[in-house]
């Protein structure tokens, strides 16, 4: 190990002993009396400002250091940064919660993740960075001759990397909100603030130091929680191997809760439910009057009555506000709240049972949808930008090799553990929330109501909670568990930290390739080719502070939930980059104008699809293929882009000398002493 990775290790354990000597220090000062709210004000408050001491310290104008962080990064650091850049809101916050609804099919979310890793370490990262650009659309400028596939590739980083960083400032805005007591939209510019001091000023030379800072806080604070919980409910602090045990256990709860006749008659009072609300989207446009003056006259009726409750008349007002505008809101509204009420209406499905479905049409639509799944979310993190971009950090060819390995090992810590911690939250929630009076109902069930994220309705009036008049955000299972099951209120100041690092990390390696691709490639390689270098980064950091703006704004109206905005992320940059990155490397035959219709095919199958089929548009899954849910719509990019791509390669010129000598010295190792240079790299080249 050279001086420079002896020193970082040193300084790294030492962090890592004053980590665990600070979560000591709350868990006495809880037990010694400190309040609730303060501990989760100490985390949130402590874990930002270092982070922003971080990013301030790491502060640089060189562009080398700004956008590549020098080239010389570690390998065990680079993989903690990716795995932190990689484990974002939708891994930490969201992937609990998938599994604990999906049960089993929610494992393709671990499988393609995961697996993603096998392609990026096998066809890209040793290429790119041999390559040893920038970023992405510079590679396809290269290869593919020209401004248009750069330009191309450049729409391609900002669409996929601004869904998904929405993503990562929505599940900010929630923790904000829920652990400092602030209102959900004030939560997510707050949390803004900790995103921009990290990556303002230092680029890709903050980002990494902080990200391998966060993967610290991130880690503990994930597995910390279900270790406990597994050696309270098994007596083994093993999660990863006796969730399997209280699977088992908790299969025969399922069954029970199934024929429940308290769960039936809810179930039944929510068919009917459906039933009305179809009546009701029939009856349009007559019938949204009508309810809109039902509940003016009800409104009216209460606020005539002296003793009306405050509370009865709050509802109501609510209730006119989120009513529908137009009949064609009310129809797509309606529409939305039957499906609801009918999936709510099921029984539980078995947690451990694969594709499972109440008819043989929806197993078969299962399977697909978790095949689909699966193969778009791997070929997406192989082509996805703010990955690829991290192996351009490394000093070498073999770094980047070594660092998809860290990667991997890394990310496989927390991905081991989802499963387990679904399987522990199921227990505790169905054990010992449902059957509870509703009047003695936990304090985090009000808690968690005011963000929106859990909600109760006694359907038929016993006072009993039932699991079908329980409705749960699946962003709500891991942030709440400590409450849920009843731990310290310090581990769940720890959890809400955790989920703040994910989506901090990987939003600042969001923002900064989204600024990095349009003053890079659009400003200096297309627009300014002589800009200065403080030009240059003024434009950097300009770009950065308008997306990420737009981003807390977007994520401020309630999206989709975070894992399906992530992986919607994920279709887009497998159908844009992904056949263009493969073919460009090992088809010298690949050229411009194959390039070109091929990435501009795959993004218009997958947004097209996407449009067909998801409610936010106004689509339905009446317009599905094979019935293939929009988040997996990358499944047909992926295809069209490929054949799109040879087809018009095989009847256009083919590409010149120049680009077919850069395929084969990007397949060509180089002399060992030569390959760990950064003298060597071909960014040293005019080629792009």
Known sequence: MDPYSQRLTKLYLMYLLGLLGFLAFLAGAERAGLPPRWIGYTFLLATIVLYAAIGVASRTS????????????????????????????????????????SGFDGLAFVMGWTGGYVLVALLLAPFLRRFGAFTIPDFLGARYEGNLPRFIGVAAVVLASFVYVVAQIYGVGLITSRFAGIRFEIGVFVGLAGVLVCSFMGGMRAVTWTQVTQYAVLIVAYLAPVFILSWTVTGIPAPQIM????????????????????????????????????????????????ARESAEARLDALRSQPNAAAREIAVVQRQL???????????????????????????????????????????????????????????????????????????????ARRSVFWSLFFILLLYLTAPAYAVFAKWEIYTRIVGSPIAELPAWVASWGKVGLVKIEDLNHDGVLQLAELTLNPDVILLALPEIAGLPYVISGLVAAGGLAAALSTADGLLLTISSALSHDVYFRMINPRASTPRRLVISKTTLLLVAFLAAWLASQRPDSIVFTVGFAFSIAAAGFFPALVLGIFWERANKWGAIAGMAAGLATTLSYAVLTHPFFGGSMANAWWGIHPIASGIFGVVSGFVTIVLVSLVTPKPSEAARSLVLSLRTPRPKAAAGANTSDLDNRATF
């Open 62 to 101: 060189d562009v080398v250091e700004y956008y590549v962080a020098g080239r010389r990064i570690p390998a065990v650091f680079n993989g903690m940064a990716t795995a932190a850049d990689w484990m974002s809101a939708a891994s930490f916050i969201g992937m609990a919660g998938t599994l604990y609804f």
């Open 243 to 290: 969730y399997g045990k209280v699977l088992h256990d908790l299969t025969k709860v399922e069954q029970r809760l199934a024929t429940d006749p308290h769960e039936m008659e809810v179930r039944e009072l929510r068919v009917a439910r459906a039933a009305a609300l179809e009546a009701q989207t029939a009856a349009l446009p007559g019938s949204l009057v009508q």
């Open 321 to 399: 506000r989120e009513m529908p505008a137009n009949t064609l809101d009310a129809h797509s509204q309606w529409s939305r709240a039957r499906s609801d009420e009918l999936a709510r209406a099921r029984p539980p499905l078995p947690h451990a049972q694969p594709h499972a479905g109440t008819t043989g049409q929806e197993t078969t639509d299962a399977r697909n949808n978790f095949l689909a799944l699966v193969f778009v979310l791997m070929v997406g993190t192989a082509g996805m930008p703010h990955i690829l971009a991290r192996y351009y950090t490394t000093p070498g060819v073999a770094s």
